[in-house]
């Protein structure tokens, strides 16, 4: 069982509102949970540990800028979207999925958090039209060619950030022959070297510039 205390274990300069925020997900996706299955039974206990430390990866290796957009492709139950957009709520997430039921669990997480800087929205990324993003994050949704794919016409070019605009995603496994059938060269950075904890021996942080 892994309390929040495994995110403050390596982030500590939480407002009073993110804590409270951070603190309302466990009982948000416990109960939502129970009507539409987003997150395995199995994982819901270590809620904090497998889903928002590892979307916190991401801000672990970027501190976003206030006014960024981010796209969050492929959000499934909300991750990695939903805890950054916790960390960072002075920069817009839009959560996109194909599947419609889970983005009401989303919806609702994001809601009930009192998140105002989430929009969600049914679809393809690769339908997406007329906008355009700073960065794209994923989580496991795809391999790497498709999402290079996908997120490359919703990105700005260039950026003043620490990482230049382009796709940062979350992958676990022996991922070399995906990263050669998809033409990039990625910075790819070892979860465990940020976070030491256990389950995070196979997890990797990828980042392709635009």
């Known amino acids: 069982m892994f309390t929040m205390e495994?995110?403050?274990?390596?982030?500590?300069?939480f407002t009073e509102?993110?804590?409270?925020?951070l603190t309302?997900?466990?009982?948000?996706?416990?109960?939502?949970?129970?009507?539409?299955?987003?997150?395995?039974?199995k994982d819901i206990d270590s809620l904090y540990l497998k889903?928002?430390?590892?979307?916190?990866?991401?801000a672990a290796v970027i501190d976003f800028r206030p006014g960024s957009q981010i796209i969050d492709i492929g959000t499934?139950?909300?991750?990695?979207?939903?805890?950054?957009?916790?960390?960072?709520?002075?920069?817009q997430f839009h959560?996109?999925?194909?599947?419609?039921k889970k983005l009401?669990?989303?919806q609702a997480v994001a809601e009930g958090a009192g998140l105002t800087n989430v929009t969600v929205q049914h679809t393809r990324a690769e339908e997406i039209k007329g906008r355009k993003f700073d960065f794209a994050v994923s989580r496991a949704v795809a391999p790497l060619k498709d999402l290079l794919q996908w997120s490359n016409p919703l990105l700005k070019k260039g950026g003043t950030q620490e990482l230049a605009n382009g796709l940062i995603c979350l992958k676990g496994g022996d991922l070399?022959?995906?990263?050669?059938?998809?033409?990039?060269?990625?910075?790819?950075?070892?979860?465990r070297d940020i976070f030491p904890e256990e389950g995070f021996e196979d997890k990797y942080l990828l980042h392709v510039a635009r």
């Open 6 to 13: 495994v995110v403050l274990k390596y982030f500590t300069e």
């Open 17 to 21: 509102k993110q804590l409270e925020q």
């Open 24 to 41: 309302a997900l466990k009982e948000l996706y416990t109960e939502w949970n129970e009507k539409i299955n987003v997150i395995s039974r």
């Open 51 to 58: 889903h928002v430390l590892h979307s916190l990866t991401i």
């Open 76 to 91: 499934g139950g909300g991750f990695p979207g939903i805890p950054l957009a916790i960390f960072f709520p002075e920069v």
């Open 95 to 100: 959560l996109v999925d194909s599947i419609a």
């Open 104 to 106: 009401k669990v989303v």
């Open 176 to 191: 070399a022959q995906e990263i050669s059938e998809s033409n990039a060269r990625p910075r790819m950075i070892p979860v």
